[in-house]
């Protein structure tokens, strides 16, 4: 039996005096990560006395630019911001199941398309309150719902281990560039190791298996690539601090730069480079964070010799291609995920022990 969303869960709006709220449990459009992989710690607290609250088990859905897909289930209570919708599953709901429900393409697509806006498109509230799901038993609801969380467990173990490589790396590049950087290296700029380019626009293409990215990660996937080397992404607009090493053939928007490299084994030292750069110190914009090409171009770097570069290179690339590897199972993972709900919730797929 299909129910409106309204019917089985609350909109939540209850406050929470900023003072009990720390950048472990704030969160806002800024600190939620897209394509539904949950939360980061948030860079800082807003400088208002109240915030929206959530509790342990509420679902937070991102109603700024939906396309981006940011859901999560919550493990805490905490406060978010005015953008965050925080959904509370009614009594004779699974918590997890709503939240299962909701962490779906289908429901981003009708988010997307009831949106309101261009540039910066908001979720329609009242739109979201009338989506309508299929609602099984609670027997049901909590079988599926052990099931995707059991992917989703095994998503976050490969997301862990890809954050304790990508530390891996950070220390080899610190001890190498930084701790026993060579004195005689040629100091120079940027610019003299790569070129800046502009993302593009996307919204024509069609879809396909070529990731888009965005200030806030992986948007979509497309049929063809802007660009098929080795790049560094670095935001234009937006999330500043989210750079994003790529090796992979990809499409980038136009709120993202992304960057050919001038020299070899040179694209893993600017990425580190760059990272350890407070790009957001560096805004040149006043409502909207902006970085621009000039700012980055004329950042002073010690450029390495070549044979440094190569030692880097070597002894940090199967650390990205054991990342690359997680991040694909992941992708596969997540498509499975995708596919067995709705095919769980109808009943297509049948589940032991229920008749």
Known sequence: MKYRLLDICEFVSDKVDVYYITTNNYISTENMIANKSGVTVAEKIPSIKRVNSFQHKDVLISNIRPYFQKIWFSDKKGGCSADVLVLRAKNFVVPEFLYCTLATDGFFNYMTATAKGTKMPRGDKQAIQNYEIDLPSIEVQTKIAHIIFQINSKIKVNG??????????????????????????????????????????HKKLIDGNI?????GGVMRYV????????????????TLNNVIYVNEPFWSVDTMFYTEMKMKNVAKFVYHFISNKDLSAMNAGSAVPSMTTDILNAMVVSIPDAKTLSFFESTTAPIYAQIR???????????????????????????????
């Open 325 to 355: 590897g997680n991040a694909v199972e992941n992708k596969k993972l997540a498509e499975l995920r995708d596919t067995l709900l709705p095919k769980l919730i109808s009943g297509e797929i049948e589940m032991p022990g229920i008749e």
């Open 223 to 238: 049929e063809r690539p802007l660009y098929t080397q080795e790049s560094v992404l670095i935001p234009r607009k937006g």
């Open 160 to 201: 862990k281990i890809n954050d304790n490589l990508a530390q891996q790396a950070q220390v080899i590049y610190a001890s190498t560039f930084i701790v026993n950087a060579n004195p005689s290296w040629e100091k120079g700029h940027l610019s003299d190791l790569i070129t800046v380019k502009y993302g593009k626009d």
């Open 211 to 215: 990731p888009v990215y965005g200030s």
